[in-house]
Each structure stands twice: as C-alpha cells, then as structure tokens.
C-alpha cells in the first residue's frame, strides 16, 4: 500500500522504520512544525522529521491538518492509508476522508482504558500491572475509533513511563505493520471498542507532576515513575523546586517516624516521610544544577532536623 505516516516524537521513530522496511511504500511523512524548546530556546526538528530525512521521505509540517495546501498535497499523494503515532494533533474529517482505508492510529494503551495524550504515564500512576497497545481507526472522538489489533506489555515494578513507552515503542511498531498488512490484503476487520472500562489519560502537566507526600508510599512512589522522564516529577525544599528521580520504597526503615514530606538525612541516605512510612531518594537535581546523589545534595544544604518537602 502508499502510505503517508504521521508521527512526532521519538516513540513514533520505530513504526517510521517498520514501514519503510516493509513491502509497503511510505510516501511522505507528516509532522509537527519545528518549535523552540529548552532554556535557550533553540528551534528543535522532531525526532520524526529527522529520520524522515535520514531516510529521503518528502516531509509534510502543516501549522494545522484542515490548511488547504496540506490537504491538496495529501490527495495528490493519494495514500491508502495513513498510518498515525503520536502525532499530536487532531485530524479533521476532511482529511480523515482522503485516504482509502482511513487513519489508522497506533495507541500506547489497552483501549477503552487510557484514552488520551499520556496513557503510558497514566498506566504507570494508576499502577496497572499489565499494559500494552492497540491501532484503531481514528474517528472524530477522543480515541474511540473501532480496534484492529492490541499487543499487550506487563507494567514492571521499577518501569518509569520512559522505560515502558521505549518497550510499547518497538512492539507497538510490529502491531502497527501487521495491522496496514492485514487491511492490503482484507484479512482485518475492525472491532468496536467496549463500552465499559473506559478512562481517561489526559496530557500530565507540570502542576501533576508536584509529589504529594501526604499519599500513602506506594503512590508516591507510582507518581514519580510516571512522571519520569517527562514532565520530572518535583517538590519544594526552602521555596525552591527541586527535581526528583524514581525512590524507593523502604518497607524496613527502622528509623523515626517521618510527617509527610519530612526530611530525615544519613551518611549515604535521605528518607522522605508520606501518607505510611517512608521512601529513600535515589538522585535529586536543584534547579539550576545538574543531577546528583541525593546525600551530596543533602550534605550541601545541611538538611536540619524537621525540615520538610512542601505538597501544598
């Protein structure tokens, strides 16, 4: 089949290199324009555009996908289908229309569970012990469409959302080539999705990401996995945030009791109380400063006794 794929991120790079490997022919490319990012501001190429270029594939960066140069462009391409991975915008019915067999949208969830922008963090937070992936046929709802095929991914113990997006990444680029394979040859059917156990991922913003330390460990520990790498879950020591990397639940601290949020630093440790017991940190980075173990950070600001990590 011609093929026009979508994507943006690097989660979206291994289905890029799953088609273009495949039988099928990927014609162009369509992502999201160049934008400025980080603390200098600097214009930054997606991680799809690049290795759309890498490869020699015409690439498409619409402002929106209802521009009317884009859609001209789109039909004179003439896809049979356009295969979708995070490509973070919505697709209007008059390009939906365009190709034969649709958009075709791999999801990082087990729909109907997870529908939305960040459902590989939302699995991680709600701890969800199994997780996986499903392509759907976009329609005008939120992730609704009707399902072709679903692989499925156990949720590890210690998985922060970027280890378990990485492994959905590559599986989830397999699912993806099977489903355009089983449309080429009408072997699949979609299926619509279930009407019960639904739930929503709606994109984690910076504000979720502040740890609440009046919730119980386990959830602590489950916030701050699903928020890592991005947006990094944080807290507040002396009115200034400071980044926190995955902790550790210690289910055999012997030490004092801890109020949540309360700071207690060793020679190589630092414990933080919650909502019941405690959690260690692992690596700490102040703002403004690079990453570090978190007995480094706590022997420079000299924690003293009763100081605290706000959750207001």
């Known amino acids: 089949m011609r093929l026009v794929f979508a994507g943006t991120p690097a989660a979206a790079v291994p289905s890029l290199d799953a088609l273009v490997a495949s039988p099928h022919e990927v014609v162009a490319?369509?992502?999201?324009?160049?934008?400025r990012a980080g603390r200098g501001r600097a214009v930054v190429t997606s991680p799809v555009r690049q290795r759309a270029e890498e490869l020699g594939i015409e690439v498409l960066t619409p402002d929106r996908p209802r521009d009317p140069d884009f859609l001209d462009r789109l039909r004179e391409l003439a896809p049979d289908a356009c295969p979708v991975v995070a490509y973070g915008a919505l697709i209007p019915q008059v390009a939906l229309d365009i190709p034969r067999h649709g958009w075709v949208n791999l999801h990082f969830s087990l729909l109907p569970a997870w529908r939305g922008a960040a459902p590989v963090q939302h699995a991680v937070m709600a701890g969800d012990e199994v997780t996986g992936?499903?392509?759907?046929?976009?329609e005008a709802g939120l992730d609704t469409g009707p399902v072709f095929g679903v692989m499925t991914e156990r949720i590890r113990p210690r998985d922060t959302a970027g280890?378990?997006?990485?492994?959905?990444?590559?599986?989830?680029?397999?699912?993806?080539?099977a489903t355009m394979d089983g449309l080429a040859d009408g072997s699949l059917t979609p299926v619509p999705q279930a009407a019960d156990g639904v739930s929503l991922a709606?994109?984690?913003?910076?504000a979720d990401a502040q740890v609440r330390w009046d919730r119980p460990a386990a959830a602590v520990d489950r916030q701050v996995r699903g928020c890592t790498p991005a947006p990094g879950a944080w807290s507040t020591f002396r009115d200034t945030r400071v980044k926190l990397a995955p902790v550790l639940l210690e289910p055999g601290y012997d030490g004092s009791p801890l109020a949540p949020g309360e700071l207690a630093a060793g020679k190589h440790e630092v414990h933080v109380g919650t909502a019941s017991g405690v959690v260690r940190l692992s690596a700490v980075q102040p703002h403004g400063k690079k990453e570090m173990a978190a007995a480094d950070w706590a022997r420079g600001v000299r924690i003293d006794?009763?100081?605290?990590?706000?959750?207001?």
């Open 305 to 312: 006794a009763g100081e605290r990590f706000s959750h207001e």
């Open 133 to 138: 992936a499903s392509t759907f046929l976009i």
């Open 163 to 177: 280890d378990l997006l990485g492994r959905l990444a590559e599986g989830g680029a397999g699912l993806l080539l």
């Open 29 to 35: 490319v369509v992502t999201r324009p160049d934008a």
């Open 202 to 206: 709606p994109k984690i913003e910076v």
